[in-house]
Structures are given as C-alpha cells and as structure tokens.
C-alpha cells in the first residue's frame, strides 16, 4: 500500500520568509510519481510539479523549488521570499502509474502573515 | 477550453434522497477519477475509468455507483445519500502518455447531507 505523510499540519511565517514543506511517502513500486497540488481558499486543486521516481534531479520554478531524494523516501516543496498569495493548503500525492488514482496526504496549512 | 467542470457546486440533501454530480472534461482525456476530500482527510478516491463504458473502485466506493457513458463525462451517483457522505467531491482526468500524467482537477462540488 502506498502511504504519503505530510507531518506539518499548518505552518504561519512572515512575509518574505523562506518556508519549507515536508512531504514523505512509502510505496513498493520501483517506479512511481510524485506531484504537488495547491488548493487556495477558493477551493479547487491547481498542479503545481510532477516528478518521475527515475529522475532525482531537483527542480526550480521561480520562487518555487522541489528536493526529490528517493534515499530518504522525500519530496519536499521550498518556497523562496513568501507572498501572502502563497497562502493555501498545499498536498503532496503519489501514484504507480497508468490508471492508479492519486494517493494524497493530509495537507499543509501554509498562512503567510503580512 | 473549459478543461474539467463539475455540476452542481453546491447541493443540500435530506437522508435517504438521492442524487448524481456530473463531471465532464473537453480535454479527450481518457482517464477519469472520482475522490472526496474530508477535513484532515486529504483527498481519497472512490471511484475510476479507464475508458468509456469501463468503471472501477477506488479506496472508498460504498454507497456510490459510477458511469462512464461517454468519454467526456462521469457520472457519480448517490443512491440514498447519508451524512457521512458530507463532503467535497472533486472530479479529475488524465491522458496516458508515456508516464503516468498528471491529473486534472474540477473546481469541486459541496454536497452536505442533513
């Protein structure tokens, strides 16, 4: 079975502060796919990354980076100088691939304060 | 292109009434999925498609039924709906390339039953 923990429940910085979200998950796939997904306070789900099992090369978006590392079964998602439009729940999912539907974690609460 | 849609966003039930949320997507994606998102719970899926006229179960399929009729859309069906069955129910779909792709969410549909 797949599992994916997201232990920060809700995470409160100032604005401009750098903040990190954890993410880790188990799976006994050999490949697999991680994804992020931002849901702010008007509800829908907005795809943020994907990332393959196979490629470990981490990935810079703009203010936004994501450090894959299989050794310790991670992906966590850094978001650089916050803006209060960050402000959302962020959720990390994994799937094995082809028609498997998303297996998501609880969530992170990201408040920035102004 | 209007991506996925989800009709009705909000609806009140009584115990025991039935009902269907329809999702469409314009994407001729050919997978599609059902989840619901519950406090604290992060997203679960209930039912999936892999293809129209084909249907299966996710992780939490009691008390729904599901069609795939046509391609473009999936219908979720609530038989005499129940309280527990209070939630956010978000249709996605996805196209399958040479990876697994991402999937894509509808704007979410708020069913409370009382």
């Known amino acids: 079975a797949q599992k994916v923990t997201q232990a920060q429940t809700e995470i409160s910085v100032v604005e401009k502060e750098d903040v990190t979200l954890d993410c880790v998950y188990e799976?006994?796939?050999?490949?697999?796919?991680l994804f992020w997904y931002k849901q702010p306070p008007s509800g829908e789900l907005v795809f943020l990354i994907r990332?393959?099992?196979?490629?470990?090369q981490n990935e810079i978006s703009g203010r936004y980076s994501w450090n894959f590392q299989k050794s310790t079964s991670s992906f966590n998602f850094t978001i650089t100088a916050s803006q209060v439009v960050d402000s959302a729940v962020y959720f990390c999912?994994?799937?094995?691939?082809?028609?498997?539907?998303?297996?998501f974690g609880k969530g992170t609460h990201l408040i920035i304060q102004p | 292109n209007a991506g996925v849609t989800q009709t009705p966003k909000f609806r009140v039930l009584k115990t025991g009434q039935s009902m269907t949320l329809l999702c469409a997507q314009d994407?001729?994606?050919?997978?599609m999925y059902w989840y619901r998102q519950d406090p604290g719970m992060g997203l679960r899926l209930i039912h999936y498609?892999?293809?129209?006229?084909?249907?299966a179960k996710g992780e939490v399929p009691d008390g729904y039924n599901v069609s795939r009729l046509k391609k473009q859309n999936f219908l979720l069906g609530l038989e005499s709906a129940a309280p527990s069955q209070t939630s956010v129910y978000f249709c996605?779909?996805?196209?399958?390339?040479?990876?697994?792709?991402?999937?894509?969410f509808g704007p979410g549909t708020r069913l409370t039953v009382l």
């Open positions: 996605a779909s996805s196209y399958p390339e040479l990876a697994t792709d991402t999937q894509y």
């Open positions: 799976t006994r796939d050999t490949t697999y796919y």
């Open positions: 990332r393959n099992s196979f490629d470990e």
């Open positions: 999912a994994l799937t094995g691939g082809g028609a498997d539907g998303l297996t």
């Open positions: 994407m001729n994606h050919e997978y």
């Open positions: 498609s892999v293809g129209e006229g084909t249907t």
